[in-house]
């Protein structure tokens, strides 16, 4: 049976040196983070690791100078530290066969406590640690009372657990924003693409909740998605998704309502090896991805990792669910045509844009602003620029116009 450990005794059962896999979103345990801390000098050189979300985790988990991150993401956090990060800009796919490749020598994750067959399970976070921790060899759990159950993976057996802590933690929310007029003016654009009976992957956001708002009077959808947010909870009460288990997602970051609402049959939590795998995601009939970014260029290429204070990210999950609807899915990018109160363009002339492309022009079908939606398909380059341009900003388009008559003399 596992050991029951006070937080003053994690540095005794966890391994020293390695990798260690942390839970994080909104499963991240500021428990096991504090006695990580703690600790100190006598967990050694360390490295852990997860999938850590800005504005909502804030742990380092440098608990002393011999200890580093791997990230795939760069919350403000870990941006602070670099010089002990390592950053991979990686999909989600192979974010999985990295971690694999490494073999995390312990995990750190928060679960619920056992039901009458002795299982824990992930709750809101299940995503790699599913996928995963049957080759970790020390399992560590953070217990929490206040975790709801979620269907769909059946967790981990507590007998299977090294040691764990019991301590109730509130979640970490980040409720959704508030919509706005540009929000909402994409959404409609988004919405005709989206037909009754189809399956709907998109992420956190106001452009993402304003869209499945948008779209509460269709019936029979589904979702296929790595993350959902509040909006999901619009399409609930509206009827638009009702069939148990129309709802397939690995994580969910919202608010207490959202929380509340995981035991409904209508979802079915699975590891990331499901939710973004494309021998899965091919096989799903009128799939509609719904991804942002900060830029797209003339070419119809979109950039998503850049922003004026460095680096976020890397692709994340839009390249796999981009590659997994390829075959008959409409691959969707929307984002607000400017920024800085107008004056900066977000449609943009190639060479122009910040960042490494995130997701090419043979990964998107359409682009939406509130000014309208560039379809993209079947076009030429010069019928591609067009498009775009129709749809950036009023005040930019003779520039964007003279911009790409000069660029396109080279093509």
């Not at 399409?235 to 207490?256: F, K, N, Q, R, Y």
């Amino acid at each position: 049976m596992p050991q029951r450990i006070e937080p003053d005794g994690l540095a005794a059962v966890l391994p020293p040196g390695g990798l260690t896999l942390v839970s994080a979103c909104s499963a991240e345990s500021t428990v096991l983070a504090d006695a990580v801390m703690a600790a100190g000098d006598a967990l050694g050189p360390m490295t852990f690791s997860g999938i850590f979300v800005g504005g909502l985790n804030r742990q380092t988990w440098l608990a002393n100078d011999r200890c580093r991150v791997l990230t795939f993401f760069l919350t403000p956090e870990l941006r602070a530290v670099a010089d002990r990060v390592e950053f991979l800009p990686l999909c989600y796919r192979d974010i999985l066969a990295e971690l694999r490749r490494r073999k995390p020598a312990a995990a750190l994750f928060m679960c619920s406590p056992p039901d009458a067959d002795g299982m824990c399970s992930f709750g809101t976070e299940v995503a790699f640690i599913a996928d995963m921790w049957r080759d970790v060899p020390v399992r560590i759990a953070h217990i929490n009372p206040l975790m709801p159950r979620t269907s769909g993976d059946p967790g981990i057996p507590f007998a299977s657990l090294t040691a764990y802590i019991d301590a109730g933690q509130p979640l970490a929310c980040l409720p959704a924003a508030p919509a706005d007029a540009t929000a909402a003016a994409i959404a409609g654009h988004v919405a005709p693409f989206v037909r009754d009976g189809a399956t709907i992957q998109t992420g956190l956001g106001k452009i993402p909740d304003a869209v499945l708002r948008a779209l509460v009077d269709r019936r029979a959808l589904r979702i296929h998605t790595g993350l959902i947010g509040d909006g999901v909870l619009a399409l609930m009460e509206s009827g638009a998704i009702s069939d148990p288990g129309a709802a397939t997602v690995g994580v969910a970051i919202g608010s207490e309502r959202l929380y509340a609402a995981l035991g409904d049959p209508v979802f079915r939590f699975r590891p990331v090896s499901v939710t973004h795998g494309q021998d899965i995601l091919s096989t799903i009939d009128d799939l509609v991805t719904i991804n942002s970014a900060i830029e797209v260029d003339l070419f119809g290429q979109a950039y998503a990792e850049l922003t004026p204070k460095g680096l976020m990210s890397g692709p994340g999950g839009a390249s796999d669910f981009a590659r997994g609807a390829r075959n008959g899915g409409v691959r969707i990018v929307a984002l607000p045509s400017d920024a800085a109160n107008g004056q900066i363009a977000r449609i943009v002339t190639p060479g122009r844009a910040n960042g490494p492309v995130s997701l090419g022009r043979m990964d998107i079908d359409v682009v939406v602003t509130e000014h309208g939606a560039a379809d993209l398909r079947a076009l030429t380059y010069e019928a591609r620029a067009q498009a775009l341009i129709a749809i950036a900003p009023p005040a930019h388009r003779d520039r964007l116009h003279a911009e790409w008559a000069d660029y396109s003399k080279r093509l």
